[in-house]
């Protein structure tokens, strides 16, 4: 179907348009949750297809792309391929093939020697992805949209294995011009087994590329469609087979000459061979106005195993991938895609522009919005009934560091604001497969689900207690009582877990609310002794427990909670706070602090001692660690009250932007990973004043940069006032990841894609107030500053979302998608003020205006989808 208008496409955001050198390092993920994805280069190149359930970091589907041509009375005008420039180097690759590789130039297969277009420019707005192409010696200007449903509280429509492309084409010229837009794919299956069908049915033209050979019980089984709903179509079921350069020569002929391709087809596969496949959908264009047509390429590999830490059986244990329940074939996904687009699109657009068209500063758009490519990266995978499991990031052919490992998710608020449900599946399942009796946690999952729990001796500190902190997010997030009645014993026993005769490591052996014990965390080591960051997170959950005690009627077991929260909190600021931050307490030289555990553990003495300089190693000591007041960030956000005296946490935060962040890296000694240097900013994990005793080795990672705990530092350092500094340490990032040096769009730590990236949601929740309260119908916006008297932002709670405004003279809320129900209104930025009238649905609402801001109607409210409430202020003012 050819689509008409008369208007030239323009980019709708300026401030996220990537030109010239700053394209070279993009790869924009396009697909859905847990289903894989494929890169969209930043020159328009189809790349990382990671759609076979692991990554496939720079893995070509070699030769699929998208081509344009123009031709008028039976001649050809011009033809490109719908690329922009290679970006260098030109040598070749190191890694590939003999005759193919450095030396030999670019691979083929990266389509360089094609006619492509001279002009582009790449705009990347997460979900949502545009190409605008120009050149002169073509007779018109080609956009290229490309995108995956991103709809938050809808996974269903955000999980679908497809890549969806829009090209529009605008005629330039004085004549009528006759466009072929053809998209070109090689069938991933298996070499000598390739079988590709053309059909059309319903107005959909779609070319299925299955294998005649592999079984449907193989973990390579699958099929992969391309389609399109255009009117005019032609297609050739397979590209010419040969040898050498055979079949570009001749696919480029048929494609340049005049008129529509004609089939190929082959009676059987042919060893050694990938076929290709080619659909092409043709417009006419009359002068100065606009075609478009509509691709998608959808795929389904329905069996996953556990390649990455495989079973000992001789045959490994295959599961379904959870969208192979929902569409039976990659077919069945197209039609859905195409009959379903305009309203998949609307959906992820609302969503988009509301995110985007805020007043929040570029940086911390880009930072939320480009995170939340995560969820659709190959970290991510949803196992068969649905459930969330992701990797803490990717190695370049693997998952990497497996488990959905709770102390690096615990950073992770994205999926929690957006995907409520789904976050919660992935905490369930450690409730229900790596909890003991006695409440220990393995913060590991292993796959496939039922084998056991993973070996390693010691829960996590930060994981076991971060689970209890977001039970407590998720029930005040969604209201659901019903949740935490079923799953209170686990929670419960989480928290009593510390103080367990049974715990090996002894976390608070003694029962006054501080960890002395061996703790083991997200520095991969075990760090011995009081200190903040640890005993934080157990008081945080000490207070969350309680408070849901206190919910179900347990008053005991609260007040028992409550009164070692008030113990630890007291000891805590009395010794851990030197007078500018907080810090462990440790005797470096005191090698019974080890010993105690050599009965059960005989190697702790090899690999915390070290005998050349007598000292313990891998502790932080005096330092200054980013993370020493993480309990108060996730306090703040899940709307816990105070864990330690704010300030000494205002102290804190200056003290970790004055020693941690560093404004360049030139001069900066770091022996560990690589994620900022030369002239770049970043904040590291800890640094040691100058005075303070620094251990002869630390803790590791301690000289390294990474995104998520950059992210969570920052958005506290604006909870806590400290707007200024947290704006910087956020720009930082975004800085590094700027398109010429990193990816926008894939944020490292222990691999790409990394999963502790998605704290970056917090500046958003930080920059706006936003607080909430579910099972009281409550929620609360209090941006800490506004941009020329306004604000205006995105947000979302369990039931809906939409976006929040504040003006001069009017406060308004409209809910995009879903519903949204409310008691309670908390606006303490307007406290003190007066307002004119509370209108909702076109009447004055029954309410109760409080002087600290709070608006309290006498019945709940309920916004449905396109409503809005609007609070009209008084010019008196």
């Not at 229900?432 to 001796?457: C, M, T, V, Y």
């Amino acid at each position: 179907m050819a689509l008409k208008r008369s208007e030239e496409s323009e980019s709708t955001f300026p401030h996220f348009v990537y030109r010239a050198n700053k394209t070279r390092e993009i790869s924009f993920p396009i697909g859905g949750i847990g289903t894989g994805c494929i890169g969209l280069a930043g020159n328009g190149r189809l790349i990382d297809w990671e759609i076979f359930n692991r990554p496939n970091k720079g893995g070509m589907n070699v030769v699929s792309h998208f081509a344009v041509k123009a031709e008028s009375d039976g001649k050809i005008l011009d033809a490109r391929i719908l690329n922009g420039d290679l970006p260098p180097p030109y040598m070749g690759d190191f890694n590939k093939p003999m005759f193919q590789s450095f030396g030999f130039g670019p691979p083929i297969g990266y389509m360089a020697g094609l006619p492509h277009f001279r002009n582009f420019e790449f705009e990347g707005t997460y979900p949502i992805a545009e190409i605008r192409f120009s050149d002169e010696e073509f007779p018109g200007k080609v956009r290229m949209r490309a995108f995956n449903p991103l709809i938050p509280l809808n996974d269903l429509d955000s999980s679908i294995p497809a890549a969806f492309f829009e090209i529009e084409i605008g005629n330039t010229s004085e004549r009528e011009i006759t466009y072929t837009v053809c998209l070109i794919v090689q069938n991933p299956l298996p070499t000598g087994t390739t079988v590709n069908v053309y059909r059309e049915s319903e107005g959909v033209h779609f070319i299925k590329m299955s294998s005649s050979k592999v079984k449907e019980d193989d973990p390579e089984f699958g099929d992969l469609t391309i389609a399109t709903d255009s009117s005019e179509v032609s297609y050739q079921e397979y590209g010419f087979r040969g040898s050498w350069f055979d079949g570009l020569y001749v696919y480029w002929k048929d494609f340049t000459s005049p008129g529509k391709f004609r089939n190929r087809r082959y009676p059987q596969p042919q060893e050694g061979i990938r076929d290709h496949a080619i659909l092409a959908a043709h417009l006419s264009v009359k002068p100065k106005e606009f075609g478009r047509t509509r691709f998608i390429i959808a795929w389904n590999f329905p069996n996953c195993y556990n390649y990455w830490n495989p079973e000992r059986a001789e045959k490994p244990t295959i599961w379904r991938n959870y969208y192979a329940k929902i569409f039976r074939d990659s077919v069945e996904t197209a039609f859905y895609c195409l009959k379903n687009w305009d309203r998949l699109y609307e959906e992820t657009s609302a969503f988009r522009d509301g995110l985007f068209n805020s007043t929040l500063p570029r940086f911390v758009i880009d930072a939320v919005s480009a995170n939340l490519s995560i969820l659709k990266s190959p970290t991510i995978l949803r196992l068969e009934d649905g459930s969330l499991y992701g990797f803490e990031g990717c190695h370049p052919n693997s998952g990497c560091c497996e488990g959905s490992c709770m102390h690096v998710w615990s950073y992770a608020y994205a999926p929690l604001f957006l995907f409520p449900k789904l976050d919660r599946s992935m905490w369930d399942l450690h409730y229900k497969h790596d909890q003991r009796e006695d409440g220990r946690i393995s913060f590991r999952l292993q796959l496939p689900l039922g084998r056991g729990q993973w070996a390693f001796p010691h829960a996590a500190v930060d994981g076991q207690f971060g689970s209890v902190i977001r039970a407590y997010a998720y029930w005040k997030f969604t209201g659901d009582s019903e949740w935490l009645k079923a799953n209170w014993l686990s929670i419960r026993r989480s928290i009593e877990y510390a103080w367990s005769e049974t715990n090996e490591d002894k976390w608070d052996f003694d029962k006054d609310g501080v960890l002395e014990g061996r703790q083991h965390n997200t520095l991969d080591i075990e760090l011995f002794g009081p200190n903040s960051w640890m005993t934080g997170l157990y008081l945080a959950a000490l207070k969350a427990g309680a408070e849901m005690a206190e919910y179900l009627g347990e008053r005991e077991r609260a007040e028992e909670y409550r009164t070692l929260f008030s113990r630890g909190k007291r000891w805590v600021e009395e010794n851990l706070f030197n007078g500018e931050y907080f810090h462990q307490i440790i005797n470096l030289k005191d090698k019974s602090i080890l010993e105690k555990y050599a009965s059960t553990d005989p190697s702790i003495i090899s690999v915390y001692w070290d005998e050349e300089h007598d000292e313990i190693k891998y502790q932080i000591g005096e330092g200054c660690g980013i993370d020493q007041a993480l309990a108060q960030w996730h306090a703040n956000i899940c709307g816990l009250g105070e864990i330690f005296d704010g300030g000494k946490v205002k102290s804190a935060l200056k003290s970790i932007y004055k020693y941690n962040f560093k404004k360049s890296m030139r001069g900066f000694f770091n022996p560990c990973r690589i994620f900022s240097l030369n002239d770049e900013a970043g904040t590291i994990v800890c640094s040691w004043p100058e005075g303070k005793t620094k251990p002869i080795i630390p803790v590791p990672y301690a000289e390294e940069t990474w995104c998520g705990t950059e992210y969570a530092v920052a958005s506290h350092m604006i909870q806590e006032g400290l707007i200024d500094e947290g704006l910087e340490i956020s720009k930082a990032v975004r800085d590094r990841y700027d398109g010429e040096k990193r990816n926008p769009w894939n944020e490292i730590e222990c691999g790409s894609n990394y999963s502790r990236s998605m704290a970056s949601y917090a500046l958003l929740l930080a920059l706006s107030g936003f607080k909430f309260d579910m099972t009281k119908d409550r929620i609360e916006f209090n941006p800490p500053r506004m941009e020329n008297g306004g604000f205006k932002c995105f947000w979302s709670i369990g039931t809906g979302w939409g976006t929040f405004e504040a003006k001069t003279e009017k406060v308004t809320i409209i809910v995009y998608y879903g519903k949204l129900r409310i008691r309670n209104l908390s606006l303490p930025f307007l406290k003190d003020e007066k307002i004119k009238a509370v209108i909702f649905a076109e009447r004055e609402a029954k309410c109760e205006w409080l002087k600290d801001g709070e608006l309290i109607f006498t019945e709940p409210l309920i916004l449905s989808r396109g409503q809005r409430l609007t609070i009209l202020l008084s010019a008196e003012n």
